[in-house]
């Protein structure tokens, strides 16, 4: 799913009920839509792909570990011969803490 960011605008509600065909285009568009009710941020108009990406983002790490598996499958790795001495040795910089 191609998902295009822009740009958060935010509109009273006043304004969003004279233009809500508007503002649904925009966010259907990918577009962050805020609603203020005198100046304060009350609420968010989102694209139903934007509300499926966020609710997909909650599944647990095991079935996405799973789903990575399953779209990259171990057998497309160079094999370890070819990545051995890639790695440094050393100790690298030192850093202060």
Do not use: C
């Given at each position: 799913m191609a998902m295009m960011m822009y740009?958060?605008?935010s509109y009273s509600?006043?304004?969003?009920r004279a233009q809500l065909p508007k503002l649904v285009r925009e966010a259907e568009r990918g577009a962050e839509v805020e609603l203020t009710r005198r100046g304060e941020?009350?609420?968010v108009?989102?694209?139903v792909a934007t509300r499926t990406h966020l609710e997909?983002?909650?599944t647990n790490f095991w079935d996405r570990l799973v789903a990575f598996r399953h779209d990259h499958p171990t057998r497309d790795?160079?094999?370890r011969a070819a990545?051995?001495?890639l790695r440094q040795r050393d100790q690298g910089r030192?850093?202060?803490l």
């Amino acid at each position: 799913m191609a998902m295009m960011m822009y740009m958060s605008k935010s509109y009273s509600i006043a304004e969003a009920r004279a233009q809500l065909p508007k503002l649904v285009r925009e966010a259907e568009r990918g577009a962050e839509v805020e609603l203020t009710r005198r100046g304060e941020k009350v609420a968010v108009l989102l694209s139903v792909a934007t509300r499926t990406h966020l609710e997909d983002a909650g599944t647990n790490f095991w079935d996405r570990l799973v789903a990575f598996r399953h779209d990259h499958p171990t057998r497309d790795l160079p094999p370890r011969a070819a990545l051995r001495g890639l790695r440094q040795r050393d100790q690298g910089r030192p850093v202060k803490l």
